[in-house]
């Protein structure tokens, strides 16, 4: 094992060892090089953008995978391991609470107390004075298992530039899995779902939204058909996509599919990487099955950019 600090598990992330082979897989190393630097600098400030850096992806693909295989995002795993820390040194030491709120980058003593009481149960006075009980949240660590002989449906597609037409609306990424959805029903209950059904749910992931990404639901473009007010055209790039299918009901097909392929099919990739810029999920019209997409049978995508490695 490489690393000394993989001592727990990472979700059970699982990697695939064959005798003879080279043991390292680059997105192995990097969840690796990403988690050793959270724990190193969880006194300091530390943005999303260095610790994807670590993993080698963009900090969207990495925040999508942390949280597919975690349940969790990023942001609540730091808070989570900093207020833990605050906790022990609190009911070990004489530090001031004052100090603590500073070393552990909270802005003021009191949205620390806030904090710790939420996570705790307790406050940081309940701590010193009366020797109340805290919580521990040990780190997260890589667990090397062998494992393999899953079946895993996917195809490498070359597609030419593609135009779309849509609604988009920004998010931030340690919200985007809860706030999604909500945009979909806005966007159902609206008059622009006349004219945007819904083929695709598009994450552009190219820079311009800080530490987060433009989310479209769109349909293919028309080049005949007027584009309506307030819906825009949007030019998907040239790309080698990775195009997996979901077969079942919404949205835990979509789920399980999207957590298989980055504990599963990224790890034990030897060809591709993710290449980053986009991430697109296609779905097939609701009409098409009895229940909808709630239907056993319903059809869906989610297509990866990537490159060869």
């Known amino acids: 094992m490489h690393k000394k600090s993989c001592k ?6 699982s990697y695939n060892y064959r005798q003879g082979e080279d043991k390292k897989v680059n997105w ?14 969880l006194t300091e400030d530390i943005t999303i953008e260095e610790i994807a850096k670590r993993a080698c992806v963009s900090s969207f693909y990495f ?40 070393k552990y980058c909270y802005d003021s003593p009191d949205s620390f107390t806030r904090a710790f009481t939420r996570f705790h149960g307790v406050t940081p006075s ?8 805290i919580k521990s949240y040990a780190p997260l ?42 945009f ?21 992931d190219d820079g311009s939204v800080p530490d987060g990404f433009e989310y479209v639901i769109a349909d293919n473009y028309i080049p005949w058909n007027d584009i309506p007010e307030g819906i825009k055209a ?24 999207n957590k298989k392929i980055f504990s599963e099919w990224l790890p034990n990739c030897k060809e591709y990487e993710i290449a980053g810029g986009y991430n697109i999920e296609m779905y097939t019209p609701c009409s098409d099955y009895p229940k909808g997409n709630l ?7 989610i297509w990866i950019p990537v490159k060869k490695k």
């Open 8 to 13: 727990f598990i990472f979700c059970m992330l």
């Open 28 to 41: 192995i190393d990097g969840i690796c090089e990403a988690l050793d630097y959270i724990e190193d600098n």
């Open 63 to 102: 925040q999508k995978a942390f949280s597919m295989l975690c349940g969790f995002t990023v942001g609540e795993y730091i808070r989570s391991r900093r207020l833990a820390l605050a906790g022990s040194e609190l009911a070990a030491t004489d530090i001031k609470v004052i100090d603590l709120a500073v």
């Open 126 to 133: 309940a701590v010193r004075k009366n020797g109340a009980m």
């Open 141 to 182: 660590k890589l667990n090397f298992t062998l494992e393999g002989g899953f079946i895993m449906d996917y195809k490498i597609v070359e597609k030419e530039a593609f135009t779309v037409v849509g609604v988009s609306k920004d998010f931030k990424n340690e919200t985007a899995m809860a706030e999604i959805p909500g």
């Open 184 to 204: 979909w029903t806005e966007h159902c209950k609206s008059d622009k779902s006349k004219s945007v059904c819904g083929m695709y749910g598009i994450c552009i």
């Open 234 to 257: 949007y030019s998907i790039p040239k790309n080698t996509w990775a195009v997996f299918p979901c077969k079942g009901p919404m949205p835990h097909s979509l789920q399980s599919v």
């Open 295 to 301: 239907d056993e049978n319903y059809y869906s995508e």
